[in-house]
């Protein structure tokens, strides 16, 4: 059984990445309380589950978890980084001109949701090893949860205040923070990098 203390810092491991990413998010999107609060729910929402999709595969699917986890989040983390380079370098015309056409709003909420996806594929991994240990997964999936949905929030919305200063240079620093972070995870999968 783990601790109170153990689930915590189990919990907030489990949100740095989406701490991370929240901030290049608010950054580029600029979102008010409640989208940010929105935003934050899907980060939270899907942290929560990766665990319980992990602790179900169990110890049958535990190699499978640990062979691809690394190669899914660092493809994902990669392409919104890329994204959100791209959409730094591009000119303001370009920007408007896709915004009016509705473009704007579809591509964020896949970009926010393969965000959300890519910085809990270890929750996943995580939650395989739970079920070695025959861990509450539903009290400790909730915790991850929680943590995530008030970390991602809070850092949607520092990412919109220095994103309001800086405006596409900070957009740019989250795009290649994106793409430094599925390289580390990557790096640390396949033993490059030891943390």
């Not at 994103?163 to 989250?174: M, N, P, Q």
């Amino acid at each position: 059984m783990m601790s109170p203390v153990a689930i915590a810092v189990l919990s907030v491991s489990m949100s740095a990445d989406a701490f991370a990413a929240a901030i290049g998010r608010g950054a580029q999107h600029r979102p008010s309380l409640a989208q940010a609060l929105r935003s934050g729910l899907v980060f939270g929402v899907i942290e929560a589950i990766t665990p319980l999709i992990g602790f179900a595969l169990g110890v049958a699917a535990a190699g499978f978890v640990e062979a691809v986890d690394h190669w899914i989040a660092f493809g994902l983390l990669g392409a919104v980084g890329a994204k959100m380079i791209w959409e730094a370098l591009k000119r303001e015309e370009e920007v408007e001109a896709e915004a009016v056409g509705g473009k704007a709003a579809s591509r964020g909420l896949l970009a926010l949701v393969a965000t959300a996806v890519g910085t809990s594929i270890d929750a996943g991994a995580v939650g395989v090893g739970l079920a070695l240990l025959g861990a509450n997964i539903w009290l400790i999936a909730a915790c991850i949860g929680f943590t995530t949905f008030a970390l991602a929030t809070l850092g949607l919305l520092i990412g919109k205040a220095a994103g309001a200063r800086l405006g596409k240079v900070v957009e740019l620093i989250g795009g290649v923070a994106l793409i430094g972070l599925g390289l580390k995870i990557l790096l640390e999968h396949l033993g490059v990098l030891a943390f």
